[in-house]
């Protein structure tokens, strides 16, 4: 402990001493480009790697941090800020991927083999740097991340801790790119640079893995099916990317793949959760697009490890939550006693509570699952319908049609006392459409709230109903995306949507809300946190069923009080 009886951290002691675009060679010769920020004096100190495709200049950008949406807002500035931790005794490097940037090489998709094992290399060159004391750690959020974990899923010897928040795509396909089969296109504007990541990748060599891996006529007819697709011929640069590749190779791979498969579990870090051997915190917010990867690495890894979830995306560039991390870091870097390790291995902030609270596992223990039923009346009860078999019902044209969001609703009574939900919601119910297919958007809120975003949500294509139950977890369900299985219209299914967790406290009065729609429009700000969906060419017919015979609920986890 400090002196003063508080726990010890690094202080701001020292000067930065930087050096630009230094190459470190991979195990296979490409130049990797490296910038280090190192303190400014003599001694050997404890390294932090941040990687990925962004542009490493870009991640030390001098606008005041920015909250999403604003003129000088930039999602790609994510590495955390390296004079921070340089002052504190910790090199910093912040380093280009293979193929963008200043680094050498090609950049072969999203997540290749040559990612993982780029950042292994450079932890070990780190280590024998001369002002180096041999011990690394990984840092910076969303890609930043997914990297801190390929990185240690390689397990190089002289990496001692991760710290991955806001992680994107541990599961390529369902965390990624099709979550619940409905392919999200946010790549479009991250790749190239449009809102709201404005500046996207650092581009310079990057290519398509399909077109690098597939022979010609295999894969023309996959571009041939693609173009296919009544629901991507409705979006003019969807059809023109299919016919002119190089203006987004990552993308032009997503729509060759649209079900689950080989493509992405070689890309997968969640395929290698087992082979992480040092310790992990894994951190960052509910609701976001972000959500559900932290729970399934959080559960998955078997290290010591913590987890910090909070209510909001943040500003950019990045600089919250750095006095937690440098407590990571001082613990495991610099053999610091911070405390970190004494206290609960779950924290975490709920919407509408002012205190932070703690938890030992996830779902939380304390956990009650409770059923509220869709009643008819657009009602949403403990107890069921059972005399009232007329389905609610909407009808959703196409975007070329209209930008108007159909949906149907349920809300509760207001509530007699307060309620804690926190976990993954689940919501089951029973439909019938007059189409192959469509796309079910469903989401909590708090009814009549002035909030944006909804407290949680998620997606499932309807041809991608099939449960796999025997591949469900305690925080999230399974569904076979490897294969379609077209809608029988007319046809009453049954469809169980894992949300995306949330922590919100729905205070005596207020009243819970569930609403089930089938579209994200790209200029409603309420898709803005995940950029957009894919959505039905076709006009649909949507007849929600809540009777006797076909009980529709949503599961919602409920946490004690503390009195």
Not at 60 to 76: H, L, M, V
Not at 422 to 444: L, N, S
Not at 499 to 516: C, D, N, Y
Request: aromatic share 12%.
């Amino acid at each position: 402990m400090g002196e003063d009886g508080g726990w010890a951290a690094s202080e701001p002691q020292h000067g930065v001493k930087v050096e630009e675009n230094v190459f470190v060679p991979a195990r296979d010769g490409v130049g990797l480009a490296v910038d280090i920020y190192r303190p400014d004096g003599p001694g050997r100190f404890p390294a932090l790697l941040a990687m990925s495709p962004y542009g490493k200049t870009l991640q030390t950008f001098e606008t005041p941090p920015q909250p999403f949406g604003k003129s000088c807002f930039e999602a790609s500035v994510e590495s955390g800020d390296p004079y921070f931790y340089a002052r504190r005794g910790y090199v910093y490097v912040i380093a280009d991927l293979r193929g963008t940037g200043d680094s050498e090489g090609a950049y072969e998709g999203l997540f290749s083999r040559h990612e993982g094992e780029d950042g292994a290399d450079i932890v070990e060159w780190l280590a024998r740097q001369p002002w180096c004391d041999g011990s690394i750690g990984t840092a910076g959020i969303c890609y930043f991340s997914s990297m801190q974990l390929h990185i240690a899923a390689e397990q190089p010897p002289h990496l001692k801790c991760i710290a991955p928040w806001e992680i994107f795509g541990d599961d390529l396909y369902n965390h990624g790119e099709y979550e619940g089969g409905v392919l999200n296109i946010f790549l479009y504007g991250l790749y190239t640079g449009t809102y709201p990541a404005r500046c996207g990748y650092a581009i310079k060599n990057v290519k398509s893995a399909m077109i690098l891996n597939t022979r010609p006529d295999e894969l023309k007819k996959l571009v041939d099916k693609a173009l296919a697709d009544p629901d991507l011929k409705q979006y003019p640069y969807l059809v023109h990317l299919l016919r002119y590749p190089e203006k987004n190779p990552i993308l032009f791979d997503f729509m060759l793949n649209p079900l689950d498969g080989p493509y992405y579990r070689e890309r997968s870090v969640s395929e290698r959760l087992d082979k992480i051997n040092v310790p992990c915190y894994v951190g960052g917010p509910f609701f976001s697009f972000f959500s559900q990867p932290q729970m399934n690495v959080f559960n998955r890894v078997d290290v010591p490890k913590k987890m910090f979830l909070y209510t909001d995306m943040g500003t950019r560039p990045w600089r919250a939550h750095h006095d937690e991390l440098l407590r990571w870091y001082d613990y495991w870097l610099k053999g610091m006693d911070t405390g970190i390790m004494d206290e609960p291995p779950i924290r975490y902030h709920t919407t509408g509570l002012t205190q932070m609270k703690a938890a030992q596992q996830w779902p939380i223990e304390t956990t009650r699952w409770t059923d509220f039923y869709f009643n008819s009346l657009g009602g949403l009860s403990l107890e069921p319908d059972y005399y009232n078999d007329e389905p609610d019902a909407f009808v959703q044209q196409a975007l070329y049609v209209t930008e108007e969001r159909k949906r149907v609703s349920y809300v509760s009574a207001p509530l007699p006392e307060d309620i804690q939900v926190t976990g993954p919601p689940r919501i089951t119910f029973h439909a019938a459409i007059d189409q192959p297919d469509t796309k079910w958007r469903v989401e909590v809120r708090e009814a009549d709230s002035d909030a944006i975003y909804p407290l949680a949500s998620g997606w499932l294509k309807a041809s991608h109903r099939t449960r796999v139950p025997e591949k469900d977890t305690p925080w999230e369900i399974a569904h076979d995306h490897t294969k379609e299985v077209p809608v029988v219209p007319g046809e009453i299914n049954e469809y169980v949507v894992q949300l995306r967790p949330m922590s919100h406290l729905f205070r005596a009065g207020k009243q819970i809300k569930v609403e089930i729609s089938s579209i994200d429009i790209p200029t409603d700000i309420e898709t803005y946190d995940v950029m957009w969906h894919v959505c039905n060419s076709a006009t649909t017919m949507h007849k929600v069923y809540r009777d006797g015979c076909h009980q529709s609920k949503a599961s919602l986890p409920v946490i004690p009080l503390d009195k």
